[in-house]
């Protein structure tokens, strides 16, 4: 079936360091989005990408999508102890409408 | 943007019985969709919830174990039938808006069910 594989499942890092996830599609994308949800939240939108080898940044955020619509990656530059939570990437494949599947989630903790 | 509300917000049941959960928008939306996460984990489709017509379900979920239904186009109910401890999750109704060219999901503040 369709699959969205991301990388790593957790990540610890301390304020000021970077960070990455990775996400990879077993079959090529129409798009995909990011969420992030914190601990005892709901999922939230922060992106979607369209286009091969499209990049967008929000502030201290990089969001990559592959040349072949197969994977994607966020980048946090600088983190700060509000990062913290859980990073989905979610990917919508053609023939599924407005359906996602979601990766595994990369949970980030920063200390201080 | 949309704003979505869910009832109960939690609740604990016996296994074999039932719960419905409800999924209300403050506006009329075309795409719904019910997610369960389990704990700690990712979120997994259920189905699209249509209006007016049977849901669509995905890949091990059926209409028996989890009947949907959606009168309009504010509002669907999501039942977890016959359930065991395996169906304690936290289950989350979301909608699809289209604003800026982006079709981002708005997510509900989730049902956290615990099954004993």
């Known amino acids: 079936g369709q699959q969205v594989m991301q990388i790593p499942q957790y990540q610890h890092v301390q304020e000021g360091e970077d960070f990455t996830t990775y996400c990879n599609s077993s079959t090529t994308l129409s798009n995909i989005q990011w969420y992030k949800q914190r601990p005892g939240g709901h999922p939230v939108f922060l992106i979607q990408l369209v286009k091969s080898g499209e990049v967008k940044k929000q502030k201290r955020l990089t969001f990559q999508f592959g040349e072949a619509k197969k994977n994607s990656s966020l980048h946090i530059t600088a983190t700060q102890t509000t990062d913290v939570g859980t990073y989905f990437c979610?990917?919508?494949?053609?023939?599924?409408?407005?359906?996602?599947?979601f990766g595994k989630g990369t949970s980030l903790l920063v200390t201080p | 943007s949309a704003v979505i509300s869910q009832k109960p917000s939690r609740d604990i049941c016996q296994r074999g019985t039932s719960l419905t959960i409800q999924c209300q928008v403050d506006?009329?939306?075309?795409?719904m969709f019910w997610y369960r996460q389990q704990p700690g984990q990712s979120l997994t489709l259920i189905a699209t919830a249509n209006q007016g017509s049977e849901a669509t379900y995905e890949s091990g979920f059926v209409i028996d174990k989890f009947p949907i239904s959606r009168p309009n186009l504010t509002f669907s109910t999501l039942t977890v039938s016959n359930m065991s401890p395996e169906d304690s999750s936290i289950y989350l109704c979301?909608?699809?808006?289209?604003?800026?060219?982006?079709?981002?999901?708005?997510f509900g503040p989730g049902t956290r069910l615990t099954v004993l």
């Open positions: 506006s009329q939306v075309t795409m």
């Open positions: 979301s909608v699809v808006g289209v604003a800026g060219g982006y079709n981002e999901q708005f």
């Open positions: 979610a990917g919508s494949h053609s023939n599924s409408g407005y359906a996602l599947n």
